[in-house]
């Protein structure tokens, strides 16, 4: 105990003697003193840093939840090109056959596609394309005669040409 005692007094002993040197003493202590001011400036700094950086992260985890719960409204151009490259874009998919079209959230599929399959996987990946709030599946396979959107047009112009007279008939 007591040569600890006396190891600790001559290790104060020596600071004290090189810090108060009548002849060097001075810069010493400025020296040591600006070492002193510029790590605890370094340590504030980099607090700081990392002190924005946790704010930031912090925002944006909330922004993000945010944006997941309340998705924003896509307009309707935006929309159609996120369907394209996100439902459509794979190979297998004949995006080429296939017209998309988007009004108010609802995406409005049409063209032909020879598997009754493919145009369910179709309908299936257009609806599942974030902001896309329903889809209007027009889409119809080669042996249907004709397309599911103009069958009522088609039944209405017939029954329109049953109704007219023979040419040279003269209606009354």
């Not at 202590?29 to 840093?49: C, H, I, K, N, V």
């Not at 889809?135 to 088609?154: G, M």
């Amino acid at each position: 105990m007591r040569l600890r005692s006396m190891l600790f007094g001559a290790a104060v002993g020596a600071v004290l003697a090189y810090l108060f040197d009548p002849e060097q003493g001075r810069g010493r202590r400025s020296r040591l003193r600006d070492q002193a001011m510029a790590t605890a400036r370094r340590s504030s700094d980099g607090l700081e840093r990392q002190g924005r950086y946790l704010a930031g992260t912090a925002v944006g985890s909330i922004l993000e939840a945010r944006s997941r719960l309340l998705p924003r409204p896509v307009d309707d151009a935006t929309l159609v090109d996120r369907i394209r490259s996100e439902a459509l874009g794979d190979a297998h998919i004949p995006a080429g056959e296939i017209n998309v079209e988007a009004a108010n959230g609802i995406a409005t599929l049409r063209g032909e596609l020879k598997d009754p399959a493919l145009i369910a996987e179709v309908v299936e990946r257009v609806g599942a394309v974030p902001g896309v709030l329903g889809v209007e599946n027009l889409l119809h396979t080669p042996a249907e005669e004709p397309a599911r959107n103009k069958r009522a047009a088609i039944r209405a112009s017939e029954r329109a040409a049953d109704t007219t007279p023979p040419t040279g008939e003269a209606i009354e």
